[in-house]
């Protein structure tokens, strides 16, 4: 019998202590969104909790926010299966944080209001700027939706033991109903006091299974990457380059694609974004960047001995055989430290974190579709703040239903290349028109416009025909079927340069004259923060 069977049947024997654990925790964090509902009276408590976060507790926010079922999951999983080379996902995450701190954290904090769409606009004509920067963000939302709806489906069918399609396809439709509560009750405030909660709970179960892998080999690093080289089959070429990306040139280039989507990805970013707003300065906006590298750096460092234990304590066919990306690495890892009680608790964390990530990204595309497309391009700034609102809740029901449709086809690929994909898009249409309005004088509304269409178009286009959706079937979304023709899994090698392009040739042949007494306005503005919100 194999060790994922065990895990299986040690859930199902200890399955009344796990659905406990896993309602205390949904009951306390509605509890939680309940509170915060009643304290949310307007746009501004809805969008950005009020402005009434510190730095430390927006910066453990934007951890939980971005310590998703990728970071927990999917990374442990693609290191136990591609040793270094799943290592570079932790490497590229992290760094991409200096990005968002040097060059986004502080300017966007003074001079937008709620959403990336109040940035872009500031300076150029409102309607056709702002249908853009909402339609971007919706699909970046849904793209990291994917991934955690994915991480949900396989990690609750692992602990209740379904095996069966249908049971897989309910989890999945749960977690999106449990998703649109969040959001519709809580607005920011409680969805930022459920990420916060989730981050302590994350960064103590991390640390619990670090400790407990460090003691199997006596806290001789050492030993545990011989072990995990010798039980991964690949010998000392698992702790090399090369076991994923570097067989072939087009793995090499691979390599290089996914690199740039990570480091350029994050500062794009609708979910992570928005959260700049909960804060009620520049400095503090600053702070909570600060705050998150470090919470968050240390995570990331954990992920190696769970990656690496899981290598080292498992048999590679157990991982996956439980599943094809490894998504369940983390889980097994657990059942095997610390028995059925740990891998109760340790899925319940990791549950706790895909509901925490999922309330967030609906919030940034709900917020995204009511703020600048309802109040600014549908009713042209005649909608009062109730009537934002209340179509804000109404498009986070219309997005978990979407997120819920498509997260039934992805619930088989790798939640940190799903996430990955995610980072690319927003790299692709988001970042060069953040930075091209934020610190280029010439930049013109055409010139967002060909960026964000252009970036947006040409990165989910080149998804679509490439190995992530079909012409793999081991890990295409649509294993029976091959109709890719573009080699890369992930597309920001093509994409993210032809974003910046797209803003620099679109801002050069336009006929617009650039407001240069608006661009001095706000670089005042971003710079110094006088008459932010």
Do not use: C
């Not at 990291?144 to 999945?172: P, W």
């Not at 003691?215 to 690949?234: H, I, R, T, W």
């Not at 498509?406 to 898009?425: K, S, Y």
């Not at 269409?453 to 012409?471: A, D, E, N, R, T």
Request: glycine content about 10%; charged content about 15%; hydrophobic content about 55%.
């Amino acid at each position: 019998m194999s060790l994922h069977q065990l895990a299986v049947e040690s859930a199902s024997d200890h399955r009344p202590l796990i659905i406990t654990l896993f309602s205390v925790f949904v009951a306390a964090t509605l509890g939680i969104t309940v509170w915060a509902g009643r304290q949310t009276k307007d746009a501004t408590d809805f969008y950005a909790g009020g402005r009434s976060f510190s730095g430390f507790q927006n910066g453990l926010a934007i951890s939980g926010d971005y310590m998703s079922a990728a970071s927990f999951l999917g990374i442990a999983g693609a290191i136990a299966l591609a040793g270094y080379d799943g290592f570079l996902y932790s490497i590229g995450f992290l760094v991409a944080w200096l990005v968002a701190l040097l060059l986004v954290a502080e300017p966007l904090r003074n001079t937008g209001r709620y959403t990336m769409g109040d940035v872009l606009a500031y300076r150029m004509r409102q309607r056709p700027v702002r249908t853009a920067a909402g339609v971007s963000t919706i699909v970046v939302s849904i793209f990291y939706l994917l991934a955690q709806m994915a991480g949900a489906g396989v990690l609750v069918s692992l602990l209740l033991g379904i095996t069966n399609e249908a049971g897989k396809i309910l989890i999945v439709v749960l977690v999106g109903v449990v998703m649109i509560l969040y959001v519709s009750i809580g607005g920011m405030k409680g969805t930022t006091w459920v990420q916060m909660v989730k981050a302590v709970m994350l960064i103590a179960g991390a640390l619990l299974m670090t400790f407990l892998v460090l003691l199997k080999f006596d806290f001789n690093v050492s030993e545990l990457l011989g072990e995990a080289a010798k039980n991964s089959g690949l010998g000392h070429a698992f702790l090399e380059p090369g076991v994923k990306y570097g067989a072939t040139s087009t793995t090499k280039l691979d390599f290089i694609s996914l690199g740039i989507a990570l480091v350029l990805g994050t500062a794009g970013l609708p979910h992570i974004l928005i959260r700049f707003y909960t804060v009620p300065t520049a400095k503090a906006a600053r702070k909570s960047v600060n705050w998150a590298i470090g919470i968050i750096g240390v995570f990331y460092l954990m992920t190696i001995a769970l990656g690496f234990g899981a290598a080292a304590l498992l048999d590679k066919k157990t991982i996956t055989d439980s599943n094809p990306a490894g998504n369940t690495a983390a889980p097994l890892l657990a059942d095997e430290l610390g028995g059925p009680v740990l891998l109760a608790v340790i899925s319940a964390v990791a549950f706790a974190t895909i509901l925490a990530v999922v309330a967030g990204l609906t919030l940034a595309s709900s917020s995204s579709f009511a703020h600048d497309l309802y109040a600014n391009v549908i009713r042209k700034g005649e909608a009062t703040q109730e009537e934002e609102v209340r179509a804000a809740r109404w498009a986070t029901v219309g997005i978990g239903i979407v997120a819920i449709v498509l997260g039934v086809f992805a619930r088989d690929l790798n939640v940190a290349g799903l996430v990955a994909l995610a980072f690319a898009v927003a790299a692709s249409a988001n970042l060069p028109t953040i930075l091209y309005s934020l610190f280029w004088k010439r930049f013109t509304t055409q010139g967002a416009l060909w960026s964000i269409y252009g970036g947006l178009i040409s990165s989910v286009f080149l998804v679509l025909f490439s190995p992530v959706v079909s012409g793999n079937p081991k890990s295409s979304m649509f294993k029976d079927v091959d109709f890719h023709w573009f080699p890369l899994e992930n597309p920001g090698l093509i994409s993210i340069p032809l974003g910046f392009l797209l803003g620099w040739v679109g801002s050069l042949l336009s006929k617009e004259e650039p407001d240069k007494a608006k661009y001095a306005e706000l670089e005042v503005r971003s710079l110094t923060g006088y008459g932010a919100h």
